[in-house]
């Protein structure tokens, strides 16, 4: 009896061991970024920057450029928290994820920020066309962090595709970005 009893033990403890094993949490799981969740029109703020999204616009131009797919700008503003960061975002339009488009380099928001002073100008993604055209059900959201994005804040703004701070439009100019002191 005492065999069987160490046996059925033994084949018990492994198979938990297995099931834990199978269930650990992944690096991302661990390592990865807390979501600050906002929607545009609201300030949302991390440990490292705070960010208003003041409207998106789909565009088949901009400045005088084009796309593979479609221009999809997002104005916004940027400010430090605490201490002088350098922000970096990805926009999210459902399955896919793009980084800012480096053909305006000198017009975007691509700088550092600092606390008490307000950086205002625009990001722009080229994004597949199917995923904007009116009538998609893909959401979009920008992301927002600063340093690696382990184990800190990442805002994650959920941007709008119709309503008042959403158009499409043919063209547009970019402006310079704009730099404030914040009030």
Known sequence: MRPALAA???????AAAALVWQNLPTPTDVLGPFDVHGDAGETVTGRGVSAT?????????VNGVAPAGVWVVVDAAFEGTH???LPHSALIV???TYSPSEAFTLDLL?????????QRGSLVFDVARDLVEPGATAPMTLNIWVGDGRMDSRLSIRLPMEGSRFSRVDAVTLD???????P
């Open 94 to 96: 459902g399955p896919n």
């Open 53 to 61: 999204v003041d409207g998106v616009r789909i565009a088949s131009t």
């Open 83 to 85: 201490t002088t960061e």
């Open 8 to 14: 059925a033990a033994a084949v018990l403890t492994i």
């Open 110 to 118: 691509l700088g550092e920020v600092s606390p008490g002073i307000t």
């Open 176 to 182: 310079k970005p704009e730099v404030s002191a914040s």
